[in-house]
């Protein structure tokens, strides 16, 4: 395994912050009323369908550079989420929207860890909520301390 400075560590992992979200953060900015962000769901029809973040635009990845300029503004920073960590389809949405000039980040854990921490979600058949996986959300605490 070849090593790396600290300072080459460093500079990874701040531009990883600068590019990256996740669940609970983005949960938490929505929840104070005010998201200064516009969340975009990179699924298909069918996914959206079976379940969702509530008030995300839905643009699946394949249609993002003939739709984007319709539904998204380019002066309000975009946040993509896909299934989850075995799925790149949120990483793919945000090097379109990128190279399409607008600002982005990915939600890490997409909308698997949105369900399993806890998160309400909606399907074509309204809202829902699970309790929150004790594997991916501190049970008895407000927040996992990270």
Do not use: K
């Amino acid at each position: 395994m070849s090593s790396t400075t600290p300072a080459a560590a460093a500079a990874h992992f701040r531009a990883s912050l600068a590019f990256h979200t996740d669940v609970s953060d983005v949960a938490a900015e929505l929840a104070s009323g005010g998201p200064a962000f516009v969340v975009l769901d990179s699924r298909s029809t069918e996914s959206w369908d079976q379940g969702h973040i509530p008030g995300a635009v839905h643009l699946p990845t394949a249609l993002i550079p003939e739709e984007a300029g319709r539904l998204l503004d380019r002066s309000v920073p975009v946040v993509t989420y896909c299934w989850g960590p075995g799925c790149n389809g949120a990483t793919r949405a945000a090097l379109a929207l990128a190279e399409l000039g607008y600002q982005v980040r990915e939600m890490l854990g997409g909308f698997e860890y949105w369900v399993r921490e806890g998160f309400e979600f909606e399907t074509w058949e309204g809202r829902e909520r699970r309790p929150a996986d004790p594997l991916t959300a501190p049970v008895d605490a407000a927040d996992c301390g990270c």
